[in-house]
C-alpha cells in the first residue's frame, strides 16, 4: 500500500508562489509517474502537471510557464513549484501516482488547499 502526503499549500496574494510536496511511502515511486491535479469549488478535477519516472513532463496549457513539476527519487518526492500564482489557481491540489502521467492514477493524496487572493 502506498501513502502520499501533500504539503505546502496555504493562502497567497496574486502574483505570489508556493511549493506543494509530496511525500510517498514505499519501494515503487520511481518506477511510476506521478501527476499533480487541482479542483475547485463546482468544477471537475483537472490534471495541473504530471512526470514520467523518466522525468519527462507534461502540463497544462493553463500553467505553463508558471507551474514546475520535478522529483527527487532518493526521497520519494515530487514537487510542484508555483509561480506567478493567480487567484483562479485557488483549488485543492492533490498528487497521484499512475503508471503514466494519463493513466488512471492508482493512488491519491489527500489534497492541499491553495488560495489566491486578488
Known amino acids: 500500500q502506498v501513502q502520499l502526503v501533500e504539503s505546502g499549500g496555504g493562502l497567497v496574494q496574486a502574483g505570489g508562489s508556493l511549493r506543494l510536496s509530496c511525500a510517498a511511502s514505499?519501494?515503487?515511486?520511481?518506477?511510476?509517474?506521478m501527476n499533480w491535479y487541482r479542483q475547485a469549488p463546482g468544477k471537475q478535477r483537472e490534471l495541473v502537471a504530471g512526470?514520467?519516472?523518466?522525468?519527462?513532463?507534461n502540463y497544462a496549457d493553463s500553467v505553463k510557464g508558471r507551474f514546475t513539476i520535478s522529483r527527487d527519487n532518493a526521497k520519494n518526492t515530487v514537487y510542484l513549484q508555483m509561480n506567478s500564482l493567480k487567484p483562479e489557481d485557488t483549488a485543492v491540489y492533490y498528487c497521484?501516482?499512475?503508471?503514466?502521467?494519463?493513466?488512471?492514477?492508482?493512488?491519491w493524496g489527500q489534497g492541499t488547499q491553495v488560495t489566491v487572493s486578488s
Open positions: 514505499g519501494s515503487i515511486f520511481r518506477r511510476n509517474a
Open positions: 512526470i514520467t519516472s523518466g522525468g519527462s513532463t
Open positions: 497521484a501516482m499512475a503508471r503514466g502521467i494519463w493513466s488512471k492514477a492508482d493512488y
